[in-house]
């Protein structure tokens, strides 16, 4: 487990830096549920929380309730202590779409974001489906980095006044950890092809080439995330530099369509899906 926490963690990402800073402490102090010991117990959702994407229905909208840390091919165990699998994120959203009973759908986020890999996927799926539905996401608490590039091509975006939106960013953390290995009094060299071949790993120097190479990758992942942002929203360059805005800051620099409770998102929606409006979440 602690092995898969540090090949994600040097992973193009986009998510919240201090957000990304507590997961990597809190996730490498778990347990390994793997390594024995027992269970969880009957009462592991009362310790750990609801499932990272779960969805209910509520008339003719499904809400679909997305909390936690964006990845992609997440084992089941992570996706029940906090982690987005963005593949069944997509698989929740084209069953929605294609439920005859659905007339709308209501995705409520919280999440810092997270990892680059399958979140351009994931994200032209919502704004495909708002295509086919109305779709409209509701931010709780934070909609930041790659949960804003899922959430931009919905058909409206609502948001808590408490809420913190934004972070439009992609970094990747280059470890160095020559000092660990000097302490150990050792030294590492790589036998390799190719300059680029190797970056990266640990007790190695990060060259200029392999650091220019890394920043090429993270421009490429930032232009494909502002290029779909501007597909779908109105917001200005300046406000893409990875900054997080309270709502009715986000709200007057374009990433909102307004501010409202996840009641307010259930009930536009059922406005734009035509149906008739139950009881409130």
């Given at each position: 487990?602690?092995?898969?926490?540090?090949?994600?963690?040097?992973?193009?990402?986009a998510i919240?830096?201090?957000?990304?800073?507590?997961l990597?402490?809190?996730?490498?102090?778990?347990?390994?549920?793997?390594?024995?010991?027992?269970?969880?117990?009957?009462?592991w959702?009362?310790?750990?929380?609801?499932?990272?994407?779960?969805?209910?229905?509520?008339?003719?909208?499904r809400?679909?309730?997305v909390?936690?840390?964006i990845?992609?091919?997440?084992?089941?165990?992570?996706?029940?202590v906090?982690?987005v699998?963005?593949?069944?994120?997509?698989?929740?959203?084209?069953?929605?779409?294609?439920d005859?009973t659905?007339?709308?759908?209501?995705?409520?986020m919280?999440?810092?974001?997270g990892c680059?890999?399958?979140?351009?996927?994931?994200?032209?799926?919502?704004?495909?489906?708002?295509?086919?539905?109305?779709l409209?996401?509701?931010?709780?608490?934070?909609?930041?980095?790659?949960?804003?590039?899922?959430?931009?091509?919905?058909?409206?975006?609502?948001?808590?006044?408490?809420?913190?939106?934004?972070?439009?960013?992609?970094?990747?953390?280059?470890?160095?950890?020559?000092?660990?290995?000097?302490?150990?009094?050792m030294?590492?060299?790589?036998?390799k092809?190719?300059?680029?071949k190797?970056?990266g790993?640990?007790?190695?120097?990060?060259?200029?080439?392999?650091?220019?190479?890394?920043?090429?990758?993270?421009?490429?992942?930032?232009?494909?995330?502002?290029?779909?942002?501007?597909?779908?929203?109105d917001?200005?360059?300046?406000c893409?530099?990875?900054?997080?805005?309270?709502?009715?800051?986000?709200?007057?620099?374009?990433?909102?369509?307004?501010?409202?409770?996840?009641?307010?998102?259930?009930?536009?929606a059922?406005?734009?899906?035509?149906?008739?409006?139950?009881?409130e979440?």
């Amino acid at each position: 487990m602690k092995r898969r926490v540090f090949d994600w963690a040097g992973q193009p990402m986009a998510i919240t830096e201090s957000a990304f800073r507590s997961l990597v402490a809190k996730v490498a102090s778990m347990p390994d549920p793997l390594a024995g010991g027992e269970s969880p117990s009957a009462n592991w959702e009362d310790f750990v929380g609801p499932a990272a994407v779960r969805d209910e229905s509520l008339g003719s909208v499904r809400i679909i309730h997305v909390s936690g840390v964006i990845d992609r091919f997440v084992p089941k165990f992570w996706r029940e202590v906090g982690f987005v699998d963005v593949e069944f994120l997509s698989e929740r959203i084209r069953a929605a779409v294609g439920d005859e009973t659905v007339e709308s759908i209501v995705l409520e986020m919280n999440t810092p974001g997270g990892c680059v890999w399958g979140t351009p996927e994931a994200a032209n799926v919502i704004a495909d489906a708002s295509m086919a539905k109305p779709l409209v996401v509701h931010a709780s608490n934070l909609l930041a980095s790659a949960g804003y590039w899922l959430a931009a091509g919905a058909s409206a975006i609502l948001a808590d006044p408490s809420s913190e939106i934004g972070s439009i960013g992609v970094y990747t953390p280059l470890w160095d950890f020559r000092g660990f290995y000097e302490e150990l009094g050792m030294k590492v060299e790589l036998a390799k092809t190719g300059d680029l071949k190797g970056a990266g790993y640990p007790g190695t120097e990060w060259t200029e080439e392999q650091k220019a190479h890394e920043q090429e990758v993270v421009n490429d992942y930032f232009m494909a995330f502002k290029s779909h942002i501007k597909a779908h929203r109105d917001i200005a360059d300046d406000c893409m530099t990875g900054g997080c805005y309270v709502a009715a800051r986000a709200l007057a620099n374009g990433f909102l369509d307004s501010l409202g409770s996840l009641a307010d998102a259930v009930a536009l929606a059922t406005d734009l899906g035509g149906g008739v409006k139950q009881n409130e979440p």
